[in-house]
């Protein structure tokens, strides 16, 4: 299985370092190697940090935080090559990074898969952002090559301008899921992903988190995983799916992230199971259930 | 009593408007004791009369305000680029002129080779020459079938490989949608990789690794090298991490006492936050020393326009290309500028595109605001695009610039066809307007990406002509003495060194450039061709032929 990559961009002041140190805290038992483009401008919260030493920092739970500089792609593989592997990779893209090109990047590094670009939209600030003489092609860039785009800080405006910033971030991204995110309130596994329902776990994935809901899909027998990775990825109420089915061919891993859908070959033995999330108040665990 | 040796010569050019030609120049400990004619300096005491250059010309040792080291650590791979190059031996690599030729230099390359294994990297070919012919796998292929190649080409922006490298990389297969990656007709990459994004990850498999992109002894050893064979004597080292081992790989290097040439070595900004990053330079000051400068600082606000990853204002690019990207963001520029006023650090910054030229004009003028000075001295680096308004907005806030002279001669037909389109071709690199507007200005090369030359880049900026001929913007060119003038004090004045060195005369260090011909008597375009016997550096002699 190749390690999965989730690039998380947006300007400065969007909630990046808000977002990573939440993952952070709820990992899980996940061992997640954050990748930030500088150290000082992403502060990791001290009562999180183990121990810090040649630019690596060591953080509970078996995560680390370092910074990649101009070298991202020799620290990709350094964090490829650790032992014992981590689970997932966190890069944070720099505030005028183009997250595709990070994205290119990654692809072409082997064992590596490019799993999300999450963008983080403040939705206080994102549309006079977009406006900026300098910046506005960037900021759009960022929101359409999104998969998942989090409308953070939405507490500190009204409801109509809530609704307003989602119907422009909807024109700006129409196939983008896009989520509110309350600082603290989104559930880990919408960003970075589920864990397959058979992985390891200290913990059972969370429920915790009011706004999501989830479901297991568990089909029988061999199946298409291509077409049922399709169906998953063209409802709109899932955010992300990921899970091992059987095909005829043998056991295949389905990554969902928003609209966008994949398959790979995945090792034997695997428990079949499928993880979909949604927001609670679009999800609808029955109708998702319809698509297996 | 220290002891002082007076030397005579053809003609001593001193870039000193009170006596610009002398006779006769005395150093005392490194340093000039005077600039003049015998009689007038024997009144210092006793001396020796050296008369070694008796034949020659002296000029101020020349300054190049932008290159890197990385200049003396590409002769470790194969050159394989257009034009004739001088390698730090003082070899002349002839220029290929056929995909051919380079196939039978890296063939010949390969033969040496012991470990079957190792990457073959060839760097500088530059197809537009040829016209504008695609090198394919099959092509490095006949290079070797079993060991990864490479060839870098000159704009830096593509990389072609051979069908070893692609297997290694895990692309050889179909079904690839990446436009960086272009395929042939059997759905197979043709090993040619356009644009970082892609030719990072490839590039490691062809030796471009984490030891290519590091500084390395050996590398600062050969630029010290070349840049006594270009007359150089102070340089500046545009852009490095400066991390504790790298300052100390400088501090060793550049304390040996026959190192030829002080470097002015900036500390990039990547990787670091503003804060740090200021703080971090500004300590570094102290360590300073004759052939080490240090405690300045380098930005990028912008990629290059033949990449088209420059930021270009309205109408944008000539052939349609979307605008390019930004390296940093405005909040963190603005960040930079203000701390490193605040601190008394000099900051320099790339800006290619005349949109991030806008952009640190506007940044810098509100930080001024809050921290005046009144001699920064910060200084925008290429500037290719800048327009009048901009140089006159450059000149009141007291800032300074380095224009890319010699993109003209290699890149002018491709701007005035492709990027910019005409009229805009004929504006880069304005050094008329820029000295009008009262802009301090000098010229460089950005070696490696064109060779270490600055009799060459005065040329390029007096001339204004292109590979193939084309005159691009007559009213921008510098005379000769204007251009002589730009690549001795007018380099020493952006890197606020001008009072140490860029002319001769009494109390600066001792840095000539020795050469076979008088550059004042020579034709804009004859420049290039004046011979360089060598250079003196803090009053120690360097032949280029002995180096």
Redesign the interface.
Known sequence: MKLPVTVIGG???AGKTTLINHLLRNANGRRLAVLV?????LSIDEDLIEAEEDGLMSISGGCVCC????????VLEDIRDADPPFDNILLEA???A?PA??M??VG???GLRGDATVVLADTEQIRKNAR?K??S??ILNQLAQADIILMTKPDLVDDATRDAVREWLTEQAPKTRIIEAPQNGIAPEAVIGAVPFAAQLTQAPTQTHVSFASTVLEPSGAIDAEALANRLAQDPSITRAKGFVQTPKGMALIHIVGHRAEVEEAMPPQRVGVVCIGLRNEFDADAVQRLV | MAQTTIYSAKKIITMNPNRPEVSHVAVRDGRILGAGDLDELVSWGDYTLDERFADKVIMPGLIEGHAHSMEGALWSFTYVGWFDRMDPDGKVWSGLKSIDAVVDRLSEIEKTMDDPDAPLLGWGLDPIYMDNVRMTRADLDRVSSTRPVGIQHASGHILNVNTKALEL???MKTGQN?P?IPLGADGLPTGELKGP??M???G?HVGM??AF?AADEEGLRNYGRLCVRAGVTTSSDLGQ?LNEDLVKMFERVTGDKKYPVCLVAFR?N???????LVDYTASLKDRSTDRLELGKIKIVADGSIQGFSA?LQWPGYYNGA??G????????LAEIYERALAAGVQVHTHTNGD?AT??TIETLEAALRKHPDFDHRFTLQHCQLANEAQFRKMGRLGMCVNLFANHHFYWGNEHFALTVGPERAERMNSCRTALDQGVPMTIHSDAPVTPLGPLFTAGSAATRVTATGRTLGNSQKLSVSEALYAITMGAAITMKMDDMIGSIEVGKRADFAILEGDPTDAEPEDLKDIGVWGTVQGGRIFEAAKI
């Not at chain 1, 483009?37 to 401008?41: I, P």
């Not at chain 1, 910074?67 to 020799?74: E, F, K, L, T, V």
């Not at chain 2, 990547?270 to 740090?276: K, Y």
């Open positions: 300007y400065l002041g483009n500088e150290f000082g401008e910074a990649y500089g101009s070298d991202m792609i020799g720099s505030g005028v183009l090109s990070i290119v990047t072409l590094v082997q900026h300098f910046l092609d960037t | 990389a895990g692309l990446n960086g994004d892609v990072m990850p490839v490691k690794d984490r992109l991490q990039i990547f990787g670091m936050s503003p804060q740090e930021r979307p605008n990207l930004w390296y940093i963001a405005p909040d963190q949109e806008q952009l």
